[in-house]
């Protein structure tokens, strides 16, 4: 019995160790290696160990490779059945996990809207079970849906959330799985440069891990970018690239995926012909499940039917995309729908349909340029909180008039103390310990008008002072001299979805780590809203940076444990030091502000020294 005992433990060992490979990603990219992983696991798992029976049926709900014929529909009908299974009541996660998988597969199908239903009902649930990988995984595949339909800022907070869980349950391989929609969020919304960036990151990060296959979607999707940017030679160029590398490994089914968005660029450049080669050897691979490339696919054979004159033919694929865009509302893509329409028909002599058609367009168009708009301001709005910067640099005041007001009637005291104790001869005892204790007071207040509140930390008005004298010194003795600047990033989505009580709490945390991380010569203090300032005397800019980098990475290593579940906080830090643009307090700050913002541009949490 006890021989039979430990392999049983030895066997489990073995389950669990499989179990964190699938969930960690080794096998994401490789459908065969995963279900080699599932066999393994069938041999090791008895039917009485049901807790790893469940574990087991939520990792094989996701080793259908939807892109195999009858795959979806398979892996739809295995789901329903393991979702009736009455063990899932005890065990919660698992049952959320396999439900997650329905969602994403019913994706899938193109039943968007159920899908986001999905979505946000089961993220409600992942928080209330405080399963934080599964709240990674509901706001990063919601995150894509949200992206996919053009609603980028909130696709932007769920997939710079689910990065963030990721990279806390050091789940690298998700972490850069998240980093490519967030590029690819951008590349939507429009800004293609710095989707480009991420991207190009990206790329180098495949290379170095010798992922040349995910590289080579890297390459796909700046093609994709630099069209939208309209330098539609250096975008084929990349797509040639792509096409070829898939061709070499022969992957037909990704080699026409980016035949697909390669037709695109060729039929702006008018290479009708390449456009029709490309898209025909598209055609066996691509199928209308795969609602994206198919959709797209019909657009293009359109265009280019458009352009041969063959217009009935054209009016079948335009058919054949409207579709498909409707049921993932792609309003974008919609109106290229029109405006295709609209030239086939005036292209037949048919002009009352053809102004039909352009009329659609123009509603779309003008529906997308609203859309469009109102993205673009709430995401600038989330960038930048003009708002309640001024409403704290306002309290900032406020705060500043009461302390001086605070210290003048300080002053007022001691004067009248003075003529209390002359002219009270008969009852110096008394007035002396009246005296002492109002001392105690005014030294208490003194402390109070140069610290801040909240924090416990010097204000601005200490910390600017402090420096002043520093940097004379420093002068006088021909000492290096370094500031930091740093504060929260994303302070206001703190604020907004946990609330200012828990954003207080942050706040402190930060000031915990300043007084365990700093020494103690080196003064740390708050001078904004999430802002804080570290003066380092006898420091110089590459000692200041390193001092910088252990405390970036120290707030976002800090224990989170008592913050509410998913809570996490980065911050961006600048560094400047005597000499770098000028020898005066306001110089120096301001390069440390700059190199601040450097740092915020560059993707936050981490460090940037001024140059």
């Not at 049901?50 to 574990?55: F, G, K, P, S, V």
């Not at 789901?79 to 996660?93: D, F, G, M, Q, S």
């Not at 420096?467 to 989505?493: G, H, T, W």
């Not at 906080?569 to 120096?588: R, W, Y």
């Amino acid at each position: 019995m006890s021989s039979l005992g430990y392999a049983n433990s030895i066997v489990n060992q073995e389950a669990d160790a499989i179990f964190t490979q699938i969930e960690r990603g080794d096998a994401i990219y490789d459908y065969q290696v995963y279900r080699d992983y599932l066999s393994q696991l069938d041999n090791l798992i008895t039917k009485a160990d049901i807790e790893r029976q469940m574990r087991l049926s939520r990792a094989r709900c996701w080793s259908f490779d939807i892109y195999e014929q009858g795959q979806l529909t398979k892996a739809l009908s295995f789901v329903k059945h393991a979702l009736t299974n009455p063990e899932l009541a005890n065990y919660p996660n698992h049952k959320l996990g396999l439900q997650l998988c329905q969602t994403w597969y019913t994706e899938r199908t193109g039943d968007v809207e159920t899908a986001l239903k999905g979505y946000n009902k089961l993220l409600k649930k992942a928080y209330a079970l405080e399963d934080l990988r599964l709240i990674a995984d509901i706001r990063g595949m919601r995150g894509y849906l949200y992206s996919f339909q053009g609603n980028f800022t909130q696709a932007l907070e769920d997939l710079i959330t689910a990065k963030s869980l990721y990279k806390n349950l050091k789940l690298s391989i998700y972490v850069e799985i998240n980093l490519y929609e967030i590029a690819k969020a951008y590349r939507r919304f429009g800004d293609q440069k710095s989707a480009i960036r991420y991207f190009k990151q990206l790329e180098e990060l495949k290379k170095k891990s010798k992922n040349y296959n995910a590289a080579t979607t890297m390459v796909v999707s700046m093609a994709i970018a630099e069209e939208e940017l309209g330098n539609l030679e250096r975008a084929k160029e990349l797509f040639e690239k792509g096409y070829a590398y898939w061709q070499s490994k022969g992957d037909d089914l990704l080699r026409s995926g980016v035949g697909v968005n390669m037709a695109g660029t060729l039929i702006k450049l008018n290479e009708i012909e390449s456009a029709k080669k490309y898209l025909t050897l598209a055609v066996p691979y691509i199928q209308s499940s795969d609602e994206g490339f198919y959709s797209y696919m019909q657009l293009f054979f359109a265009q280019v039917y458009l352009a041969e004159n063959k217009l009935e033919q054209a009016h079948e694929s335009l058919a054949l995309a409207r579709t498909a865009f409707e049921r993932n509302k792609n309003t974008s893509a919609l109106a290229q729908v029109q405006q295709v329409e609209s030239q086939v028909y005036l292209n037949q002599g048919n002009w009352q349909q053809a102004y039909l058609a352009q009329s659609e367009y123009i509603k779309l168009h003008l529906k997308l340029d609203d859309k469009l708009l109102s993205s673009y301001t709430t995401e600038m709005r989330t960038r930048f909180n003009t708002e309640q910067v001024e409403q704290e640099n306002r309290h900032l005041i406020e705060n500043q008039q009461l302390r001086e007001i605070e210290l003048a009637m300080l002053e007022q005291n001691k004067f009248q103390q003075w003529i209390i104790i002359v002219l009270g001869g008969l009852i110096t005892i008394i007035l002396s310990a009246f005296a002492y204790k109002q001392n105690q007071k005014n030294k208490l207040l003194s402390a109070l008008a140069l610290t801040d509140d909240l924090t416990q930390l010097p204000n601005r008005r200490y910390i600017y002072n402090h420096a002043d004298e520093c940097l004379q010194a420093a002068k006088r003795c021909d000492m290096p001299l370094s500031v930091i600047a740093f504060d929260a990033d994303n302070f206001k989505i703190v604020n907004d979805t946990y609330g200012h009580e828990v954003g207080d709490m942050a706040l402190k945390l930060l000031a915990k780590t300043c007084r365990k991380t700093l020494a103690a010569e080196h003064i740390s203090a708050r001078v904004g809203g999430e802002e804080f300032l570290v003066i380092l005397p006898n420091i110089d800019k590459p000692q200041a940076y390193k001092i910088a980098c252990n405390l970036v990475q120290q707030v976002a290593e800090a224990n989170f444990s008592s913050f509410p579940c998913g809570f996490s906080l980065t911050i961006s830090a600048g560094v400047a030091c005597l000499g770098d643009d000028g020898d005066e307090l306001h110089t120096i700050l301001k390069s440390a502000d700059e190199a601040l913002y450097s740092a915020k541009h560059e993707g936050r949490n981490q460090a940037r020294m001024a140059n």
